[in-house]
């Protein structure tokens, strides 16, 4: 691969003629920050302007606000800076202005102003490198004596072109079910090159490991190279981008890279350095032929032999950790052009082996992977091998047990690391339901009494003694926001006088989880719970039968509701995820089954998909692949994204929680594909590979 005719450095320096309009709106300062982007590049998102600011300086350092493009044809540069105010934090988005410029071959050096109120200042800095004229073929080995250089000769110094031929380990996405291959010479143009975690260099699963082989050719475009010439090469950690995109809640910018925010959760601006992973103290490793005669933790000397230059760098071992690349020579008396790769991002890799029963519907596999690409983790889905029908998967007290041992015998690849696996089934069990496509009606329709037990768990009572045992219990009241409904689980039921009590189950959150081992104790390790009119916790493991006094208000309903109590067979598992046992701990292991016969899903008249089932379907293979990672369901929290959309992580019929925990009402219902910020950076910190039950199936 020969190098570039051009490599053009373009660096954005400062945004000026900022009127104060875009500020300020009625008196009141508005939250403005700019975002840029060079040749599609999005390099950040800058810290927050005051009032009084005029200008917006763009500091220099980590190639915060620079990008460099190796040009091998005439193509123009775009350069693109938006400003946008977030008037009322995650609720409200508003674009204030546009500067767009061009940088067009022959990519004239200079400094250059685009825009007028406001405007934006770049400099442009290039380097035509010149085109070939001899290369040197014989051998020079380390150690030779210098040849006589032409500069000597009065016939010009040695010219030299630094390429990075190949990148061994770095993997170019394709979209779709696809994933990423292999391709020679690609170097991450478009800063989308991905270096898996636990794989070897060829993609093999390879525990504890994750690394690639840089490759670089000399080419001498006049004179000869000097013996004893070397190759510098320089790992750059530049800022993770992902928070600068307007569309991420500001909540969730500053969650996933603090890094560019200050104690205050203000922006202070493109911060690099903020890779999270560990990585070896020299993480430099010689390739055979190309001795390193010096390296630490960000940089390395190799030996040059027959015009080239190889190494291994090991990367870090945290999914969306990025790192840049660049390689120079050194030799005394020459003129040299380097090379850099582009930005290259550290990616979980999963096989997802799919499995359907021949009678259960097709699963919309192909929909998943761009499900978690948000996270870093690229799902390469297998194509599906069929089984024969098993029509229920077993009585409702022996569904998880049963579900793990049909998965395993099912699971061909169960004993290699890298490998989840999603059944599409069937049934979970017989259940006594009506209708197609939605749940099963209510026995009964009318006024209930909101109590609190002895143990301070919460009940609904109603008149009468005759009526049945409930599963779901769905309150409605008015309050001053207008009509509120909060669904809630039914734990048991007792006559008590002439009434009849329905004691429930609360709602749990898991809003505080952090990356762990796996184990789903560590998953629920901070539990919250919501009753109608109180909550307690949070709580570390089993929560207790006898609670603690609520704290109100929970989800703030009156003592008097209206009331709908639905019988057994209006909720049953749609999919499920069960646990491996090591010992007396249980672990997530990768191993889900969808039950497409479920209500929600299947039509029973045409035996295809309900109107929302596939969309249903697509929901929980996502929400049971995000336990496979050692994450809890129930979050409580919004989608990474603005807008009202909540984590796929929660139930649909689920409140969201607020900063300080407090239950927020109208926000259930808004179901979604996309993860919240805490589910996209504990993923991302995932360490599969130290999942005790993992190990001991082969990872």
């Known amino acids: 691969m020969p190098p570039p005719r051009y490599i053009v450095t373009v660096r954005l320096e400062e945004v000026s003629h900022i009127p104060s309009s875009m500020l300020s709106s009625s008196g009141q300062s508005r939250r403005v920050f700019a975002v840029a982007k060079i040749d599609r590049r999005i390099l950040g998102r ?11 300086s763009l500091p220099t350092g980590n190639d ?5 493009v190796a040009i091998e044809r005439d193509e123009d540069i775009d350069v693109e800076l938006e400003l946008w105010a977030e008037d009322r934090g995650d609720d409200d988005l508003n674009p204030v ?5 061009s940088v067009e071959a022959p990519y004239t050096a200079g400094t250059f102003t685009t825009g007028s109120t406001p405007s934006l200042r770049y400099r442009v800095q290039t380097e035509r490198v010149p085109p070939q004229r001899r290369i040197l073929a014989a051998r020079t080995p380390p150690g030779a004596q210098p040849a006589q250089s032409q500069a000597a000769g009065g016939q010009g110094d040695t010219v030299v072109a630094v390429a990075i031929e190949n990148i061994v380990g770095l993997y170019e996405p394709t979209g779709g079910t696809a994933g990423s291959v292999a391709s020679r010479g690609y170097l991450s143009d478009g800063n989308l090159g991905r270096i898996y975690l636990n794989r070897d260099r060829n993609g093999a699963y390879l525990r504890d490991h994750q690394s690639i082989e840089l490759q670089a050719q000399l080419h001498v475009r006049r004179g000869r190279l000097p013996s004893g010439a070397a190759i510098r090469w320089t790992v750059i950690d530049p800022d993770d981008p992902f928070d600068a995109s307007p569309e991420v809640r500001a909540r969730w910018a500053r969650f996933i890279d603090d890094n560019d925010y200050d104690a205050s959760a203000t922006p202070t601006g493109v911060q690099g350095d903020d890779n999270f992973g560990a990585v070896p103290s020299t993480p430099w490793e010689a390739v055979t032929g190309f001795a390193l005669r010096s390296s630490n933790a960000t940089s390395a000397t190799t030996e040059v032999a027959n015009g080239e230059s190889h190494v291994v760098l090991h990367c870090p071992d945290v999914a969306g950790d990025n790192l840049i690349v660049i390689a120079e020579l050194e030799a005394s008396g020459v003129t040299a052009y380097p090379a850099r790769t582009g930005v290259m991002t550290m990616w979980h890799l999963l ?29 390469r889905v297998h194509p599906v091998r069929t089984i024969p029908n098993r029509e229920y998967m077993a009585r409702p007290d022996r569904l998880s047990a049963e579900s793990s041992y049909f998965i395993t015998r099912n699971f061909s690849h169960g004993r290699e690391g890298g490998w989840f696996c999603v059944i599409s089934a069937m049934m979970p069990h017989r259940v006594a339901q009506a209708g197609t496509g939605s749940r099963p009606p209510p026995f009964y329709t009318g006024p209930g009494t909101i109590g609190t037990g002895s143990n301070n768990r ?13 599963h779901i219990a769905a309150l409605e009241w008015t309050s001053a926001r207008g009509a509120e409904e909060a669904t809630f689980g039914v734990d048991r039921m007792a006559r008590v006088g002439g009434n009849t009590r329905y004691v429930l189950f609360p709602a ?9 081992d796996g184990s789903v104790s560590h998953a629920y390790d901070a539990q919250y719970i919501y009753f109608p009119q109180g909550r307690a916790g949070p709580f570390s493991g089993r929560i207790p039968a006898s609670l603690p006094a609520l704290s109100p208000p929970g989800y703030g309903v009156p003592t008097s509701v209206q009331l709908k109590l639905y019988p057994r067979g209006s909720s049953y598992a749609g999919g499920i995820s069960p646990s491996l046992a090591v010992g007396r701990q249980r672990y997530f292991g990768g191993r889900t089954m969808i039950f497409t016969h479920h209500f929600m899903y299947l039509d029973r008249t045409t035996m295809g998909y309900t109107a929302n089932g596939r969309r249903g ?3 929980s293979i996502v929400h049971e692949l995000g336990h496979a990672f050692g994450m809890p369901h129930k979050c409580g929290h919004h989608s990474v994204y603005r807008g009202t959309n909540t984590c796929v992580m929660n139930y649909n019929f689920g409140w969201m929680v607020d900063e300080n925990n407090e239950a927020v009402a109208g926000t259930e219902g808004h179901a979604s594909l996309e993860f919240c910020g805490r589910h996209i950076r504990e ?6 590979e130290d999942n005790t039950a993992l190990q001991r199936r082969g990872w």
């Open 97 to 101: 202005a546009e500067i767009t410029a």
């Open 64 to 68: 915060a606000w620079e990008h460099v």
């Open 458 to 470: 919460q009940y609904v009572e109603i008149p009468g003694t005759g009526h049945a045992s409930a």
């Open 351 to 379: 096989d997802l082996e799919y499995v359907k029963m021949s009678g259960a519907l097709d699963l919309p596999v192909d929909a998943v992977p761009a499900a978690f690409e948000d996270c870093c983790v690229e799902f």
């Open 617 to 619: 379907v697509l929901e």
């Open 508 to 516: 749990d959150v898991q809003p505080e989880f952090t990356a762990g």
């Open 683 to 688: 993923i991302r910190r995932t360490h599969l």
């Open 46 to 56: 800058s810290r927050q302007l005051s009032s009084s600011d005029t200008t917006l």
